[in-house]
């Protein structure tokens, strides 16, 4: 009953308030980083896709841009090692480039701390105990990115995604933040093992070429 009170009152308060807040106390941060961006990589500066939220409901998401719009003679996007710069890394690196997901959070559409809203064509792939990670709100941070990050398969993700469904509170998401902030400064489990961000979820299939960040 604890946590239902916290998920569906308290939670959503102090998403909204924190959020808020943040985006105020960063406004300099964020302007820097759009000139920056806007500089380096060219427009736009954020990135927009959907990805499904609460419920798998679908939601845009926003996003610093890492990556340069390089294409093949086709008009496909060249892999993501080959668009990623040494700015983009570094953005990715100290997830600044995740700084206006905040947008998200106080227009409700993510909270500070859940499992990360991932790609929409995912929803097909997912085992009925993989998807209950839809039964609360994406996170802008979560237990799985403490625990590991992209360094973990993704069935350990997924794992600790449903853990954190079932186990949500006040003290818990407080230390996730804390665990965050520790993460980001040691800029830990950035990339999995041999690819430059994780490689595709293919359900019960391994995993084989990068997950797109951007396209």
């Given at each position: 009953m604890a946590g239902s009170v916290y998920r569906r009152g308290v939670k959503p308060v102090m998403d909204f308030a924190l959020g808020g807040a943040a985006l105020l106390v960063l406004s300099p941060l964020f302007l820097v980083l759009a000139l920056l961006v806007r500089f380096k990589l060219g427009a736009p500066v954020l990135f927009r896709q959907a990805r499904p939220g609460w419920k798998a409901r679908p939601f845009t998401i926003y996003k610093f841009r890492t990556m340069l719009d390089a294409r093949d003679p086709q008009g496909k996007p060249l892999p993501d090692e080959q668009r990623l710069t040494?700015?983009?890394?570094?953005?990715?690196?100290?997830?600044?480039?995740?700084?206006?997901?905040?947008?998200?959070?106080?227009?409700?559409?993510?909270?500070?701390?859940?499992?990360?809203?991932?790609?929409?064509?995912?929803?097909?792939?997912?085992?009925?105990?993989?998807?209950?990670?839809?039964?609360?709100?994406?996170?802008?941070?979560?237990?799985?990115?403490?625990?590991?990050?992209?360094?973990?398969?993704?069935?350990?993700?997924?794992?600790?995604?449903?853990?954190?469904?079932?186990?949500?509170?006040?003290?818990?998401?407080?230390?996730?933040l804390w665990l965050t902030l520790i993460k980001v400064i040691r800029r830990e489990g950035i990339s999995a093992e041999g690819y430059a961000t994780a490689p595709f979820f293919l359900g019960n299939q391994q995993g084989g070429e990068d997950e797109p960040r951007e396209r």
């Open positions: 040494g700015f983009g890394r570094f953005l990715r690196s100290t997830s600044l480039d995740e700084l206006p997901e905040l947008l998200n959070v106080v227009k409700g559409e993510m909270s500070l701390v859940g499992p990360r809203p991932l790609l929409m064509e995912y929803l097909g792939r997912y085992s009925p105990e993989q998807a209950r990670r839809h039964e609360v709100r994406p996170g802008i941070t979560g237990w799985a990115q403490v625990n590991g990050r992209n360094a973990l398969s993704w069935e350990e993700k997924f794992r600790h995604d449903v853990w954190y469904v079932d186990h949500q509170s006040l003290s818990l998401d407080v230390k996730i």
